[in-house]
């Protein structure tokens, strides 16, 4: 069951508001069981770690200006199916979907890594809309305030997301706003590169973004 809310006062992606049309941008968050998919979505939405989450799967509405621009996210939290918990699994209905995906694992949880490696697989290899061009995925290693319990390391990551064309964050969404944010703006602006210039993927931006995309210090919102 996919349940469609609201983060904001009712509103609707078609309007537009002043003289700039409103750029939406249709989000799938991706990744293994309780990888922090709901808390990492629920930050950015809210600003908010409220610690335990249903597992409700929930396309969500967020209006927000971003550089000036009005904007509406629509993000969907996914619910990993059972059946699906090693394989690389992502339905044709998010495909058709998405303008993007953010794809977590978490940093304390070796499968989840390789079953991101395996969507990440997935994502690349899948035709979007009759089209050979790459869909804008955004790759995060979640819990990174679990240091103590890390066994995927950084590299690791960044290894992945640049041998992939892809975004790459570390972040925590326990601790930090900020990193919540970062990925859906950036996640955004490959969206908005992919739409004017027909060129899908992070490029030679992203990729220098992606070296210096670990978060090192904890932030105060
Ligand atoms: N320490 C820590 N815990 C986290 C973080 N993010 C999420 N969690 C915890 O991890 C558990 C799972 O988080 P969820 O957001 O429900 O994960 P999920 O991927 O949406 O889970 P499912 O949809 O049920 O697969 C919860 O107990 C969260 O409190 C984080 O950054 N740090």
């Not at 790759?139 to 992939?164: F, I, M």
């Not at 919540?180 to 490029?203: C, I, N």
């Amino acid at each position: 069951m996919v349940v469609q809310l609201s983060s904001g006062p009712p509103q609707t992606c078609r309007m537009s508001e002043g003289s700039q049309p409103k750029v939406e941008a249709n989000i799938v968050v991706l990744g293994a069981e309780k990888v922090g998919k709901s808390a990492l979505t629920v930050r950015f939405l809210t600003r908010r770690f409220i610690g335990e989450y249903g597992d409700i799967e929930s396309i969500y509405t967020h209006n927000v200006r971003v550089g000036g621009r009005d904007v509406c996210f629509s993000i969907w939290d996914s619910v990993c199916p059972q059946a699906s918990k090693l394989q690389a699994w992502v339905s044709e209905k998010q495909l058709r979907w998405a303008d993007g995906f953010v794809l977590v694992y978490s940093i304390c949880d070796r499968s989840s890594f390789h079953q991101a490696r395996q969507q990440l697989q997935h994502l690349r290899q899948v035709k979007r809309r009759g089209s050979t061009e790459k869909v804008p995925v955004i790759l995060v290693g979640n819990k990174r305030d679990l240091q103590h319990q890390r066994v995927v390391s950084s590299e690791e990551g960044r290894l992945l997301a640049l041998s992939t064309d892809t975004g790459f964050f570390e972040i925590s969404a326990a601790e930090t706003y900020h990193g919540a944010l970062v990925v859906f703006h950036e996640l955004l602006d490959m969206v908005r590169d992919s739409r004017s210039t027909g060129r899908k993927g992070v490029g030679l931006r992203g990729i220098v973004r992606s070296m210096s995309a670990v978060f090192g210090r904890r932030r105060t919102e």
